[in-house]
Every structure is written in C-alpha cells, then in structure tokens.
C-alpha cells in the first residue's frame, strides 16, 4: 500500500515562509491529483489547495489565495506548498492526500474531489505566533 508521508512543519512567525513537502512510497493508481487539507483545533478539516495530475490545474482556498503554492514534482513523488506570507490563522496540522473522481449524477460530470481512507499522511504540525 502507497504510503503519503509529509514533512516540513513546524513554527514561523506571522509574514514568514514554510514550505511543506508529501512524499509518495509509489504510485496511486487510479488518482487524479493530490491536495493539501488542514485541521486547527477544534474545527473541521478543510481544503486548502489541490492539484490535477497534469501539474498545472490548481486550486486554492480563499483564505490561502495569493500566499500558497501547490506543486508536485512527477519524477519524485513529491507534492509541495509554499506557504508564504504566514498567519496566526494557518496554524494547523497539515494533511496530504490523494483525489479521485467522484461522479456527479445530477449533472453528469467526473470531479476530481474524492479522497479515500488509505490515502492519507500522517499530518505534520504549522504553528505560526505573533
């Protein structure tokens, strides 16, 4: 089984840098691209960025637009965010996982959204101070 590990976490202070990597043992078949959640305390996991398998198709929450960075990098298995500009707000521990598509019948279209049990790191710890 294809495990997701990341590393980059740790603690910044508001207006710094940290740049968080996902590395994959191997390949996910089935997968259409991979994101990037995160979970403060005492609050919901959401959905900060996601990227399509084509390396180009992004997507970002409102809160991160303009200071994150999704990429990936193919040849390692390796999924990234820059997080730049840092708020106390960011503080979270951060998860990567893999996406698929999940089919919506209503309108008859593929989404590249769902993600599975299996395929989740561990999460690694941002804490951004004042």
């Known amino acids: 089984q294809v495990q997701l590990v990341e590393s980059g976490g740790g603690s910044a202070q508001a207006g710094g840098s940290l740049k968080l990597s996902c590395a994959a043992s191997g390949p996910i078949f089935g997968s259409c691209g991979m994101a990037w959640y995160r979970q403060a305390a005492g609050t919901e996991r959401e959905l900060v960025s996601s990227?399509?398998?084509?390396?180009?198709?992004?997507s970002y929450a409102d809160s991160v637009k303009g200071r994150f960075t999704i990429s990936r990098d193919k040849a390692k298995s390796t999924l990234y965010l820059q997080m730049n500009s840092l708020k106390t707000e960011d503080t979270a521990v951060y998860y990567c996982a893999a996406l698929f598509f999940r089919f919506n019948s209503d309108v008859g279209t593929a989404y590249c959204t769902q993600t599975r049990d299996n395929y989740w790191g561990q999460g690694t710890q941002v804490t951004v101070s004042q």
């Open positions: 990227i399509r398998n084509d390396g180009y198709t992004t």
